[in-house]
């Protein structure tokens, strides 16, 4: 079967994205110049505005204290193995469909995931103490 897409067909997304990038604009404009301009709220600056809080708790120390890059290697690890099981749901939805050949397909899958996670392991990346 042979489509051919005329321009005409990428119209509805040419709109929705013109009117995405409107609103966007309109938006910054009407906040930053329109707004201020009309005086329509009190803007008034204090010591105790201006500072900065978190979770209502005056904050403390240096915001570029060093984190361990142990930590961002076991979020990485989680969300790529995570990511892993979201391939195993539509396998197993289908899985009569499949047959034999998805079986097998699983199986590799399973075993390069494995190895990966052995590898992992023998490089002592989920070692949090060292």
Do not use: H
């Not at 790529?80 to 034999?100: C, H, Q, R, S």
Request: proline share 5%; with cysteine; charged share 15%.
């Amino acid at each position: 079967m042979n489509t051919q897409y005329l321009p005409s067909d990428y119209l509805p997304i040419v709109i929705q994205l013109a009117a995405a990038i409107g609103f966007v604009i309109l938006t910054m404009v009407t906040t930053n110049y329109l707004l201020p301009a009309l005086k329509l709220g009190p803007r008034r600056s204090s010591k105790t505005k201006d500072n900065t809080w978190e979770c209502g708790i005056e904050s403390e120390g240096d915001a570029r204290s060093p984190i361990s890059v142990k930590y961002f290697l076991t979020a990485i690890l989680f969300v790529l193995f995570d990511v892993e099981i979201i391939f195993m749901y539509p396998w197993a939805v289908n899985f009569t469909k499949l047959g034999w050949d998805g079986f097998w397909q699983m199986l590799l899958f399973l075993a390069l995931l494995l190895a990966g996670f052995f590898y992992v392991i023998k490089k002592g990346v989920l070692k949090w103490e060292q």
